[in-house]
């Protein structure tokens, strides 16, 4: 309903809680109708409307630059960032060859309509087209049936209501005209130059040297070289010529994309490793802007929580790991350094009794010779006689019986 174009007496009939013949409300209403045919044939645009009412408009990104710049590991990133599709050329083909493989298998089932068998048959035709094409294209398929892959991807509902990451197409500017202009139907019934559904608002342009590009391919894991021939060292620096051979100042895609005023950021990916890689997708980022979608999914949000409960289970098993294997080398250490103090208490008590035994032995020789005859035979007559005041009957025994007596006047 228009929001402006509705009396009071309309509001307060379609607000009462009555049952009333559509007919009725029709014909009885001075209403300007947005969907007068009903919600079902109008679901695309309301779909449209709901998008943007709710900011869930789709976010589509087109990320240029040489071969082994890092196109792929930026859209992967981006994509899962942003709960986009990454649409790139392997993927696109194989998509659609198993799309037509599928609607040729339906042949000569049981049960399916005219209509159907049809489809399949003209389908089946396609893809000895297409086969023929790839044979005489010297194993590659055509550029314009490439192209058509790409179009019939980008205009699928996934695509065009939640939105994409292109990852390095197209290659050239021809490829973006016939990719993103309108088709004839199109051009004529609008104006504009370009499919403005498909057409990236965002274009990502990754630059490096040849020189660094070289060295990172030279210096790729082997496991990475394996997966694909693009990285042998042959294949690459003819990827390499042949897009700088197309991609010259005055032909390049971004200068079609800047023909629709939709200029390119630009992003230095000369970085040493993919642990630096983190300025790269923060510059991606804040020029993209915010997610515009509600979010994780239910599943998603549960997988989320599992991952960061084992995590956590993870984190906490690994500090009481290494709480114990500390107090095991606290414990095995100090049995160390008790048994080191024990041993070295022993060596010192050792030489403490060594000393004590030198620094003793003048005295006790001293003693032996002048003190003890003397001392031994008047402890001797003490016991024989046993007096009252032992002590002043031994000095009085000492004093009488001194081996060395006093001179005169000493």
């Not at 007068?36 to 789709?58: K, Q, T």
């Not at 923060?282 to 929580?305: C, D, F, L, W």
Request: proline share 4%; hydrophobic share 35%; glycine share 4%.
């Amino acid at each position: 309903l228009s929001k402006n174009l509705i009396t009071q007496a309309d509001f307060d009939q379609l607000t009462i809680n009555l049952r009333l013949d559509a007919t009725s409300v029709k014909e009885a209403m001075t209403i300007e109708w947005v969907a007068e045919s009903g919600f079902i044939e109008n679901l695309l645009a309301i779909a449209d409307e709901y998008r943007v009412a709710r900011c869930l408009l789709p976010l589509r990104v087109c990320i240029l630059g040489p071969p082994a710049v890092g196109k792929t590991t930026l859209a992967k990133y981006l994509c899962d960032k942003y709960k986009v599709h990454h649409i790139h050329m392997r993927g696109v083909i194989e998509q659609n060859l198993d799309e037509l493989r599928r609607s040729i298998a339906r042949i000569g089932t049981e049960g399916l309509s005219d209509e159907d068998e049809a489809e399949a048959l003209l389908d089946r035709d396609k893809m000895d087209s297409l086969e023929e094409g790839k044979q005489e294209n010297g194993g590659r398929y055509a550029e314009d049936d490439v192209i058509e892959f790409f179009k019939k991807t980008l205009n699928s509902a996934a695509c065009r209501n939640q939105g994409f990451i292109l990852d390095g197409f197209p290659k050239t500017m021809e490829q973006a005209q016939k990719l993103f202009g309108p088709d004839e139907e199109e051009e004529e019934e609008s104006s504009s130059s370009y499919n403005a559904e498909i057409t990236p608002e965002t274009i990502l342009r990754m630059t490096s040297s040849d020189a660094f590009l070289k060295w990172r391919v030279q210096n790729l894991p082997e496991s990475e070289v394996a997966k694909s021939t693009h990285f042998t060292e042959e294949r690459f620096l003819a990827k390499l010529a042949e897009f700088r051979s197309v991609n010259t100042d005055d032909n390049t895609v971004v200068n079609y994309f800047d023909e629709l005023e939709i200029h390119p950021d630009d992003i230095q990916s000369e970085v040493l490793s993919f642990q630096h890689y983190d300025r790269i997708t923060s510059v991606a980022m804040k020029n993209i802007g915010v997610p515009r979608n509600y979010g994780m999914t239910a599943v998603q949000r549960i997988e989320r929580r599992r991952c960061e409960e084992a995590a956590e289970t993870k984190r906490l098993e690994e500090e009481a790991a290494e709480r114990k294997r500390q107090l095991a080398q606290e414990e095995k250490q100090r049995v160390t350094d008790q048994a080191i103090w024990s041993a070295r208490l022993a060596e010192v008590k050792v030489q403490e009794e060594e000393l004590n035994a030198e620094r003793s032995a003048p005295m006790r020789d001293y003693l032996v010779k002048h003190v003890m005859p003397a001392l031994n035979a008047g402890m001797a007559e003490c016991a024989r006689v046993r007096p009252d005041d032992p002590v002043d009957f031994l000095a009085e025994y000492l004093f009488k019986h001194n081996p060395e007596p006093k001179q005169p006047g000493q």
